[in-house]
């Protein structure tokens, strides 16, 4: 069950939305709230929750874990057992994920970060980082100029965090902050 506020008054949530499924994780975006589930993933349009609905997005990649997704320039992103899904206004899509990995080369590589629930993903200037708290093992994928490279990352992150103001993305290792 997913509980809704009006905006600017958490202490109001007189809206519920009931899914069939767990959900795993929740994501704001410019086109509303993206809600992957066991099942799939969901859009839930508009600004206030009395006008919106839910809708079923025909993509059948279900997220992994709330850490797993991240906003990209409005739109939105998550990790599932078949590669990263993008979700752009009400379309979810596997394809660009596709041309660099087969679903079997995409659980080769990161299926027990993403069985483990640790894969987390993060977005800064035009790149994803995807990262684990519990294996030195992640990638960058370029969306950007550089669309489509793709770099290994063999560090381990205890957590991503973007800081607008400065225009960086930081992660932790143990007490140690990185730029």
Not at 118 to 143: C, P
Request: glycine share 10%; with cysteine; aromatic share 10%.
């Amino acid at each position: 069950m997913l509980y809704k506020s009006e905006p600017y008054k958490p202490h109001a949530w007189p809206y519920s939305e009931p899914f069939a499924t767990n959900i795993r994780g929740i994501l704001v975006t410019q086109s509303g709230i993206v809600v992957t589930t066991a099942d799939g993933v969901y859009l839930m349009p508009g600004a206030s929750p009395a006008q919106s609905g839910t809708l079923k997005l025909d993509a059948p990649q279900a997220g992994v874990a709330q850490r797993s997704m991240t906003v990209i320039d409005g739109a939105g992103a998550y990790a599932s057992s078949d590669g990263v899904t993008f979700v752009t206004g009400s379309v979810a899509s596997i394809e660009a994920s596709q041309r660099l990995f087969t679903r079997e080369k995409w659980r080769e590589r990161y299926g027990d970060i993403l069985a483990d629930y640790s894969m987390r993903l993060a977005y800064h200037d035009g790149g994803i980082v995807a990262s684990s708290n519990t294996q030195a093992k992640g990638f960058m994928l370029r969306l950007d100029e550089g669309v489509g490279t793709f770099t290994r990352l063999a560090v381990r992150m205890d957590c991503t965090f973007q800081l607008p103001v400065n225009d960086a993305l930081y992660y932790t290792v143990g007490a140690v902050v990185y730029q």
